[in-house]
């Protein structure tokens, strides 16, 4: 058929319907494929949203977010009442990590459209993203008595309620999704840890046997259930837990940190000492989170054992590997901080020579042509007062090897109780800047 010459509706149903059930299938790609049969030859207003719709969706995806926002935002000057092509904008900017943009966007779709259970479920992803949880809250509860997908909203809001430290609820709320989806693996794995955290070792047990009927030779499964069983003393369970993951991942640094573990708990802890160390090393070639993991616990590891020279090692290592978390920093605050009634945590953008390393914002990333001299990223803190706030920043940020930093805006604060001093956390992924390119 010729560009330009319009399909019967049929046949635009069906296109738009396969598109949609390939974006469903993880497969954008082709989704865009099958959109492509359908560029310039639509006339019905519903049916160019749909598609606009569709490809901003694959693109964003795929990581193109410019592309994205191309497909959608010609319509909105078009159609500036449509809830559906500001909800979608809205997704495309909260997987960029635009969040006060997404937020923007997405609470305009739910104004022009307050029953879009779509629009709901996304602005409370995005109020959860952002730290306002009662509000996530409220807004799951909404988008699933209005028909979101409830298998969804339920993880989500388990995981919500968890942050917000109200366990009993985040245990119900994900017990309620487990019924509705009992051969999730990794629920039952989320429910076990939750119970292992409030110290009920023996429902935390039930849980693990329950995954191991679903998949008993899945790594996760056998690191977590032998975490849980170092944290009980039964040390027979966490070996043979340690004997599993060995048989499955050899080469893996899961085993090493559970070996490390239970030597610790056996008071051998020049070994454990030995195993993190192992556990580390083969780590840093490979997955990213694998890596924070085995930081956060050896940082654990060597906090309790009052080794300050090896925690200032872990947390420059954990730096220059884009994974100072939360787990890490708040490990390192409690070996090296000052604790302190009352304090305050700072949200603050700071901007400093480029360098190579750095992880890249997803929107924001520059061709091979551009020359970036510099980046921007986002530290948390916690200090005294605003002024030892950017004392303890600016002197972190160098001795990590930054050069030229100064402070592009503090963010955000909130009061603290009960809490130990210093870095809080640094967003893994920055902004690149690029002289004349805002």
């Known amino acids: 058929m010729p560009r330009g010459e319009v399909m019967d509706s049929e046949k635009i149903d069906r296109i738009l319907s396969r598109a949609n059930e390939l974006l469903d299938a993880g497969k954008p790609a082709e989704s865009l494929s099958a959109l492509d049969a359908l560029d310039g030859r639509l006339v019905d207003t519903d049916d160019r949203i749909e598609f606009a719709t569709l490809r901003a969706w694959a693109l964003s995806e795929l990581d193109r977010v410019d592309d994205a926002l191309r497909a959608v935002e010609p319509l909105l000057d078009e159609f500036p009442e449509s809830a559906r092509l500001h909800g979608t904008r809205g997704v495309v900017l909260s997987n960029a990590d635009e969040l006060d943009e997404a937020c923007e966007a997405l609470e305009r779709a739910v104004e022009l459209d307050p029953r879009d259970d779509v629009a709901l479920a996304n602005l409370a992803l995005v109020y959860e993203r952002v730290g306002e949880l009662e509000q996530a809250i409220r807004l799951y509860d909404k988008a699933m008595r209005l028909g979101a997908d409830i298998d969804w909203a339920l993880q989500r809001k388990a995981a919500v309620l968890g942050e917000m430290g109200d366990y009993p609820a985040a245990k119900a709320t994900l017990k309620r999704y487990l019924s509705l989806a009992p051969e999730d693996i990794g629920q039952w794995i989320s429910l076990a840890i939750m119970h292992s955290d409030d110290e009920e070792y023996a429902d935390a047990f039930h849980c693990y046997e329950v995954a191991e009927r ?86 654990d590891f060597h906090s309790r054992q009052d080794h300050l020279d090896e925690c200032e090692r872990l947390l420059a290592l954990g730096y220059a590997h884009n994974a100072c978390t939360v787990e890490l920093c708040e490990a390192y605050r409690e070996a090296t901080g000052e604790r302190l009634d009352v304090a305050t945590w700072f949200s603050i953008d700071i901007e400093a020579d480029y360098r190579e390393g750095l992880a890249q914002h997803p929107r924001r990333r520059v061709d091979s042509s551009e020359q970036p001299t510099r980046f921007s990223r986002n530290v948390q803190v916690v200090a005294r007062d605003r002024d030892d706030a950017l004392a303890f920043l600016i002197e972190f940020l160098e001795r990590m090897g930054e050069t030229h930093v100064r402070i592009r805006e503090f963010a955000a604060d909130e009061t603290m109780k009960d809490v130990f001093t210093g870095i809080y956390e640094v967003d893994p992924e920055c902004m690149v800047l690029v002289p004349g390119r805002r």
């Not at 170092?230 to 340690?242: E, H, I, S």
């Not at 083969?282 to 989170?289: Q, S």
């Open 214 to 299: 679903i998949d008993g030779d899945a790594p996760l499964l056998r690191l977590n259930w032998g975490v849980t069983a170092v944290r009980a003393g039964d040390l027979k369970l966490a070996n043979r837990q340690l004997r599993a993951l060995q048989r499955l991942t050899p080469q893996a640094p899961q085993p090493r940190l559970l070996r490390a573990l239970i030597e610790e708990e056996e008071q051998n802890l020049t070994a454990a000492a030995a195993s993190y160390a192992d556990a580390l090393r083969v780590a840093l070639p490979g997955d990213p989170g694998d890596l924070a993991y085995a930081l956060e616990l050896a940082m």
